[in-house]
């Protein structure tokens, strides 16, 4: 039996399933406990589990960040959440040279299963400090792993598997679909870190996207239908370790392929998959990758500059066109 | 405003040391900001500004008594609550208002919106969207104002929930070290976001942060200009003299949510009263009048003028064009001909 669930809902079932099944799971951040959230996916968590065990932080993400670090290698397992990732930035030093290194650093001796979550990405007119997106910021850091989903049966079960995962994960949510719905499947199950997820089965061009971007993703692929264009559309889920595999394979069906990416074009997440395509799947290719990014700017208030700044289903059909010399 | 300030210095005496036109001054730039934030949350109902958009409705008194205290060359830095503080610099209702619009007459074009108004001519270093990040950053433009030997200060500002961030101690101790000039305010409104203070710290009494650098500090009352306008003064005398920096904690409320989106249910409704009979802008105005400062013509043309000003800041602001979509490449680079990726 399935239900419709909400995205942020999703989430705090995987949480608080989790929390249940073990006392080390813990969670930590501004405004999780008495407030409920600042986008509400912990409410109601407090009262479950008690101020011991969902903390309200002072504003402070190098601390607190530190503080679940420390905590992840002394035994327990934090969850971290920020309120968005855009203030994570202020936490990367605890991120970057501990929970990462702390397994090699230590060789061994000290692992550090702590989960980093929180939104990522552009949520409306925010401008330039509030936009950001972070995929291709922490899949560059070896010792990392990075979950990017936005569907709410997926979501639930890549949290359970990254809170029980021996390592640190970097998760990334989005603060304008904490609403977003899909079906959940009851009772308990898992959903493997580092596998894609074909959303849309289609044979003329491979789309590969991750987070709020596979909607955009699927609705350029339906606009495309009705012209007679069956595109494919893969949701990463995971973005390191990186799924080549899934995305190799569709490419040797399609022979083409654009890659749909918030994150900014320089040395991102879409660079990363164009080389493994054109290494691996160099011989099936009828066309150069292509892709569609933010622009190569800082995101402004303006809603004109908005819409000029973000991917949308008109400029992915423009690259498929482009990929397809139609 | 430095003939006020002038005024002030010469006849310092208890009751009633400020002029008529500090008076009037300080009652026209706090009844600007009111009426500004007000008509600012009206079009965010009508989501013509759209965003975060967090309001300064009951800390106007700070904006007054900083600017009267306080020079013109001297900078201010301060958070994305930060409406108030630019108007008070001498950002104009309309280019505020059209930055709220997101519009290209706004006063950074439309591209910083609620959060980010800047104001070079102003000597305004803007609205910062991360929690803290100005602290350093207002230290570091007193830091060039050392540098280059001026006697210019700069007012970095910044709320309560700030004050937990690791960067506030980094900086409160090299600016001690260097005597720096820099006048640190805490706006202590009690809350950060759903956060009360007492529930971040130990220390709830924000102003004892200083004493581990040995900075001087006070608490201030933040609720009428005079009060702030006097602390800032004496501080700022202290960091002219080159003594190094000066911390205030200015106790202040905001009536409204945190943004927009907050229903502030985590507060009581007696407490939000206490601070609103104590209303800067209503007490001012109330003591105007009780002590024959001005007359009743004079407040009430003052009135007027501030309302003019606002509807004609939103008729502006809704006549104005969006900015092209090709502004999007501006302002990324000072280099004219950088190479931007467009595939
Ligand atoms: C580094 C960082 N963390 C979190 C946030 C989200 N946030 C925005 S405002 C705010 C509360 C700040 O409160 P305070 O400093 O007291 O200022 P006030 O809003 O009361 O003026 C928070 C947590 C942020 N913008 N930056
Ligand atoms: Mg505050």
């Known amino acids: 039996m399935a239900r419709e669930l909400a995205l942020r809902d999703a989430l705090r079932e995987a949480m608080i399933e989790e929390m249940r099944r073990d006392e080390t799971v813990f969670l930590m951040g501004e405004e999780v406990a008495e407030y409920n959230g600042a986008y509400k996916v912990s409410k109601g968590m407090l009262d479950e589990f008690g101020p011991r065990r969902v903390i309200d932080t002072p504003i402070a993400e190098l601390g607190f960040a530190g503080i679940g670090v420390g905590a992840a290698m002394n035994g327990l397992r934090p969850i971290v959440e920020f309120m968005t990732w855009n203030f994570a930035i202020l936490a990367f030093d605890q991120i970057v040279n501990n929970a990462a290194k702390t397994l090699s650093q230590s060789a061994g001796q000290f692992k550090c299963p702590i989960v980093f979550r929180g939104p990522s990405g552009s949520a409306g007119q925010l401008a330039q400090q509030h936009s950001q997106t972070f995929e291709s910021w922490m899949a560059n850091v070896p010792g990392l792993k990075v979950i990017s989903c936005v569907d709410p049966a997926d979501s639930k079960g890549l949290l359970k598997s990254a809170i029980r995962d021996d390592d640190p994960i970097c998760i990334m949510e989005s603060e304008m679909l904490y609403g977003h719905k899909g079906e959940v499947p009851e009772g308990e199950y898992l959903v493997p870190i580092g596998k894609a997820a074909v959303r849309r089965e289609g044979t003329d061009v491979t789309l590969v996207s991750f987070n709020k971007m596979v909607l955009t993703a699927l609705e350029a692929a339906d606009e495309m239908a009705k012209e007679g264009v069956s595109a494919e559309v893969i949701d990463l889920r995971t973005i390191r370790p990186l799924d080549h595999h899934t995305i190799v394979e569709s490419v040797k069906k399609t022979n083409r392929l654009v890659v749909v990416d918030e994150s900014w074009p320089f040395a991102g997440v879409s660079a990363e998959i164009a080389y493994e395509v054109q290494k691996y799947a160099f011989d099936y290719l009828d066309a150069p990758v292509t892709r569609v990014n933010s622009a190569d700017t800082s995101l402004p208030y303006a809603p004109t500059l908005v819409d000029e700044y973000l991917p949308n289903a008109e400029k992915i059909i423009k690259a498929v066109k482009e990929v397809s010399y139609a | 405003m430095d003939t006020a300030v002038e005024k002030k210095k010469r006849g310092r005496k208890k009751a009633n040391q400020y002029s008529k036109e500090t008076y009037l001054e300080w009652y026209e730039l706090m009844l600007r900001i009111r009426r500004f934030e007000e008509r600012a949350l009206m079009m965010y109902g009508q989501q013509k500004v759209r965003g975060f958009c967090h309001v300064y409705i009951g800390q106007e ?25 630019a108007l008070g610099r001498g950002v104009t209702s309309n280019e505020a208002m059209a930055e709220l619009f997101g519009k290209e007459t706004g006063i950074v074009k439309g591209k910083g919106g609620s959060m980010h108004f800047f104001s070079a001519e102003n000597r305004y270093f803007g609205g910062n969207g991360i929690v803290g990040a100005q602290i350093p950053i207002g230290t570091g433009i007193a830091f060039a104002e050392q540098y280059r ?53 130990n220390v709830t009494e924000l102003y004892k942060i200083g004493s581990a650098f040995d900075m001087p500090s006070e608490v201030v009352d933040g609720m009428t200009p005079e009060s702030v306008h006097e602390a800032i003064t004496k501080a700022a005398e202290h960091i002219r003299a080159g003594k190094g920096p000066y911390f205030l904690e200015i106790r202040t409320y905001r009536y409204k949510g945190h943004s927009v989106s907050d229903p502030a249910k985590y507060r009581t409704k007696e407490e939000v009263k206490e601070y609103m009979d104590r209303d800067p802008v209503k007490q001012t105005e109330a003591k105007i009048l009780k002590e024959g400062i001005a007359t009743e013509e004079e407040i009430k043309e003052i009135k007027a003028k501030i309302k003019k000003e606002i509807d004609e800041a939103v008729k502006f602001a809704e006549e104005s064009d969006y900015p092209d979509a090709s502004e999007l490449y501006t302002d990324n680079y000072v280099q004219k001909d950088y190479p931007f990726i467009r595939d």
């Open chain 2, 61 to 85: 008194a700070l904006a007054a008594g900083i600017e009267s205290a306080i020079r013109k060359e001297d900078a201010i830095v301060t958070a994305y609550r930060q409406h108030g503080i």
């Open chain 2, 149 to 201: 030997g001026t006697d210019n200060l700069c007012v970095t500002m910044f709320g309560d929930g700030a004050a937990r961030q690791g960067a506030l101690y980094e900086s409160f101790n090299m600016a001690m070290s260097w005597k720096l000039p820099v006048l640190y305010i805490v706006e202590n409104n009690g809350y950060a976001m759903g956060t009360s203070v007492k529930r971040t710290s």
